[in-house]
């Protein structure tokens, strides 16, 4: 494993949803190497990837340890079922968002104003947790794609307390199709979250790095 690579070689997926799924096909059509997990044994889920993430590999959960970079793409209000010691040392990418209208009110969240991703990185305090992908749909991930230096090229915001795993992620980011803006420590993910200018729009490059100024000197992150 290697989380100081300035881009990574291997990715796993953690759910296989819509999201999971949508990641993970970008991943593959970018010429990474996908590994894919459920709570379910691999041998269970493994069908279903080939039909839904075709190219993708499904494992077991804790063979996602393998990977360079892990996304995890679960329901929010399962991540206490994530084992922390599945994730020590590890670059991972939290795309989960708490949709309270959904999911039902959760006290974790309700009650910290905290951005979701550092109540995440308390339960997993070994990881080196980086928060993007959020603020766009699974639709949008795979429609929106452009190549590099494109004029429409939609921008994504980057998150972490770990410089390298932020760098680590970009790369990520480019390399499926979207420019990647630093938004700094983990805190800022707190102004991309649902609800906000960020997570409601679709935003370039130059556009996303105002708007982050703006909001996280509003909140003085």
Known sequence: ???????????????????????????????????????????????????????????????????????????????????????????????????APTDGEQPDFERDARSTSEVIQDHLPGALLVKSLNHIGYHDLEADHRTPGAADRRALAVASDHEQSRALVAAFIDRIGFDAVDAGPLAAGRVFQPGTEIFNGSHSAVQLRGLLAAACAGARI
Do not use: C, Q
């Open 1 to 99: 494993m290697t989380t100081t690579a300035v881009t990574p070689g291997s990715i796993g997926i953690l759910g296989a949803g819509r999201v999971g799924a949508a990641v993970a096909r970008r991943a593959v059509e970018s010429g990474y190497e996908v590994h894919i997990a459920t709570a379910k044994p691999a041998e269970e889920i493994a069908l279903l990837a080939e039909i839904v993430t075709p190219g993708a590999i499904a494992v077991d959960a804790p063979e996602l340890a393998e990977t360079d970079l892990t996304v995890i793409a679960i329901p929010l209000r399962r991540y206490r079922d994530l084992d922390p010691a599945h994730f020590a040392g590890r670059t991972v990418v939290d795309v989960m968002n708490y949709w």
